[in-house]
């Protein structure tokens, strides 16, 4: 069973003691993963449930039915749900079928994913199901925005928290086959800005050819100098689809220049940098505000933050009322 969750990359220490806890058979019937998104925690909560619906004791045999039909992505007593897609009704009716008896007299399952994007109907249709869970039932949830869970929620859960991988586990990710197309330069750019996620690395890796022209833009207005990006604005804001790109492209930038940053003052005027570009996104794709202002907004407001960073939804409060962003 361990050789199964070494090949997991990262996270080590809470694998083994997850192992221990069903091992010990004293796994909670309600666990939530919390950490970055792109880093496992899903994966890891698939390898959990599958060891717990085998139909051995010790071990994940790959050969039970149990074991055959999870790989086949058809298990009855396996459900998952994507918070950021899913409508209460569908949450309800999960929950009714998790509540049944298992078909293969193993486990009944249920995987959430994006847990902080359910509403607040879905929430209350779960909440009963986690104060008083059957024998046998687990539920995982996963989050990459933990603060964001009500803590009625989390009160009722064992959380664990996963951190970002680290460059040497990115990179050994990297090796595989199906990256073999990628430069050793361009891996190395992958490595640096993926901010320790998979997820990270696979949209960087779609849109390589426009990171060094977006990673040259930020530094320049980092160190003040606004005209590059003026004309870099010129050419981006007939483009929204393109807009959309490049601002999750400077989000990563700017999320990995944070944490590499030791003067307090670089690191607020990039974190106000980066709730910028999330103001930005909604007023442009929400609100349909004029591409180009936005962005030269937030360039301008990186490029002259001195000793007070600005905040662009103090400047646009109104317009931004009732968007989460």
């Not at 007299?105 to 249920?110: D, E, G, Q, R, V």
């Not at 090796?175 to 891996?187: Q, T, V």
């Not at 944070?258 to 103001?279: D, P």
Request: charged content about 25%.
């Amino acid at each position: 069973m361990v050789e199964v969750f070494m090949r997991v990359v990262g996270h080590k220490n809470q694998i083994f003691k997850l192992l221990e806890l069903l091992q010990g058979q004293i796994f909670p019937s309600a666990i939530l993963f919390a950490g970055p998104a792109g880093v496992g925690k899903k994966l890891i909560a698939s390898k959990i449930a599958k060891h717990i619906m085998c139909e051995k004791t010790d071990i994940i045999c790959e050969t039970c039915k149990s074991c055959i039909l999870f790989e086949a992505n058809n298990s009855p007593d396996l459900f998952s749900i994507d918070g950021a897609n899913v409508l209460v009704e569908e949450v309800r009716e999960t929950i009714n079928k998790l509540l049944l008896k298992s078909f293969l007299n193993t486990a009944k399952i249920l995987i959430i994913d994006n847990a902080d994007q359910l509403n607040a109907q879905s929430y209350n249709a779960l909440l009963k199901t986690v104060e008083e869970p059957r024998e046998n039932t687990y539920i995982f949830l996963i989050t990459s925005n933990y603060s964001k869970l009500p803590q009625t929620l989390i009160s009722r859960c064992q959380l664990w928290n996963f951190n970002a991988l680290s460059n040497d586990e990115v990179e050994s990710v990297l090796k595989d086959s199906k990256f073999n197309e990628i430069s050793a330069e361009d891996k190395k750019i992958l490595v640096e800005f993926s901010c320790g996620s998979l997820e990270n690395v696979n949209y960087l890796r779609e849109y390589l050819d426009q990171v060094v022209e977006v990673r040259s833009i930020f530094h320049s207005v980092c160190n003040g100098d606004i005209s590059k990006a003026l004309g870099y604005i010129e050419k981006l804001k007939k483009d929204k689809e393109k807009v959309k790109i490049h601002l999750g492209i400077l989000k990563l930038l700017a999320r990995n220049e944070l944490s590499e940053q030791k003067s307090t003052l670089l690191k607020r005027k990039i974190a106000i940098f980066i709730e910028n570009i999330s103001v930005a996104e909604a007023l442009i794709f929400e609100r349909n505000l004029n591409t180009g202002y936005v962005l030269q907004s937030i360039f301008f407001k990186l490029a002259n933050a001195q000793n007070q960073p600005k905040s662009l939804a103090d400047d646009f409060e109104q317009l931004i009322d009732g968007i989460v962003v």
